[in-house]
C-alpha cells in the first residue's frame, strides 16, 4: 500500500514538474549570478548600461514603432529599509519621470517565498499609451526588480508570455 501511495505521489510531482514547463517549447534560458529567467526565442537580449538585462519582442510590422520589452534589475538592498520603502520611493520617482502616470494596482505578495509587491500602472511615450507591470522582490539582501512595458491596446496579447517568463523567473 505504501508502495502504491509512493508511486502515486512520484507520478504527481513529474505531473507538476511538467504543468511548470508547459508554455516554455521554444523558449532561451538566461542565468547569471543573481537569478534564472526564461524568455521568448524569437526576443532580443541584451545587457544595458547599469547592468539592466533586457530582453526585446520582435517587431511586428514595418510600422510597429513601439517594441514591447521586459527588464530585469538587480540591486542591493540597503539596511533598514524595507520592501515598501523601495516601491514608494520607486512610485515617487516614476511620478515625477513619467508623462501621464496613472496608478492601477499595488499588490502585497510572495514570489518564491519571499516577500514581493506587484505594480500595475500607466503612461505615455511619445504618443503611445502604455501599460507598465512591475515585480519587486527582496531576497537575499537584494531587490530584484522585473518590469514589462507593453502598448495598452497590445497588453492582453502578451499575458500568457509574460506568465511564462514571471513563472520561470528565479531569484537567487
Same mark, same amino acid.
Given at each position: @500500500?505504501?508502495? %502504491?501511495?509512493?508511486?502515486?505521489?512520484?507520478?504527481?510531482?513529474?505531473?507538476?514538474?511538467?504543468?511548470?514547463?508547459?508554455?516554455?517549447?521554444?523558449?532561451?534560458?538566461?542565468?547569471?549570478?543573481?537569478? +534564472?529567467?526564461?524568455?521568448?526565442?524569437?526576443? %532580443?537580449?541584451?545587457?544595458?548600461?547599469?547592468?539592466?538585462?533586457?530582453?526585446?519582442?520582435?517587431?511586428?510590422?514595418? +510600422?510597429?514603432?513601439?517594441?514591447?520589452?521586459?527588464?530585469?534589475?538587480?540591486?542591493?538592498?540597503? =539596511?533598514?529599509?524595507?520592501?515598501? +520603502?523601495?516601491?514608494?520611493?520607486?512610485?515617487?520617482?516614476?511620478?515625477?519621470?513619467? =508623462?501621464?502616470? %496613472? @496608478?492601477?494596482?499595488? %499588490?502585497?505578495?510572495?514570489?518564491?517565498?519571499? =516577500?514581493?509587491?506587484?505594480?500595475?500602472?500607466?503612461?505615455?511615450?511619445?504618443?503611445?499609451?502604455?501599460?507598465?507591470?512591475?515585480?519587486?522582490? @527582496?531576497?537575499?539582501?537584494?531587490?530584484?526588480?522585473?518590469?514589462?512595458?507593453?502598448?495598452?491596446?497590445?497588453? +492582453?496579447?502578451?499575458?500568457?508570455?509574460?506568465?511564462?517568463?514571471?513563472?520561470?523567473?528565479?531569484?537567487?
Amino acid at each position: @500500500m505504501i508502495k %502504491k501511495i509512493g508511486s502515486a505521489l512520484l507520478f504527481v510531482i513529474f505531473l507538476i514538474g511538467c504543468a511548470q514547463n508547459a508554455g516554455l517549447e521554444g523558449y532561451q534560458k538566461y542565468n547569471n549570478d543573481n537569478f +534564472d529567467i526564461s524568455y521568448p526565442g524569437d526576443w %532580443k537580449f541584451s545587457i544595458l548600461e547599469g547592468g539592466l538585462i533586457a530582453f526585446a519582442s520582435p517587431q511586428e510590422n514595418a +510600422d510597429d514603432t513601439f517594441v514591447e520589452n521586459l527588464n530585469v534589475y538587480v540591486s542591493q538592498a540597503q =539596511p533598514g529599509l524595507t520592501l515598501d +520603502d523601495y516601491v514608494t520611493a520607486g512610485l515617487e520617482q516614476l511620478k515625477q519621470v513619467l =508623462p501621464g502616470f %496613472k @496608478m492601477r494596482e499595488v %499588490k502585497e505578495t510572495t514570489f518564491s517565498g519571499n =516577500p514581493a509587491r506587484e505594480l500595475s500602472y500607466e503612461s505615455n511615450s511619445e504618443g503611445a499609451s502604455l501599460r507598465l507591470f512591475q515585480l519587486l522582490v @527582496m531576497k537575499n539582501n537584494k531587490i530584484f526588480t522585473v518590469t514589462f512595458v507593453a502598448e495598452q491596446a497590445k497588453y +492582453d496579447a502578451y499575458s500568457s508570455q509574460l506568465k511564462n517568463i514571471l513563472n520561470s523567473f528565479n531569484p537567487k
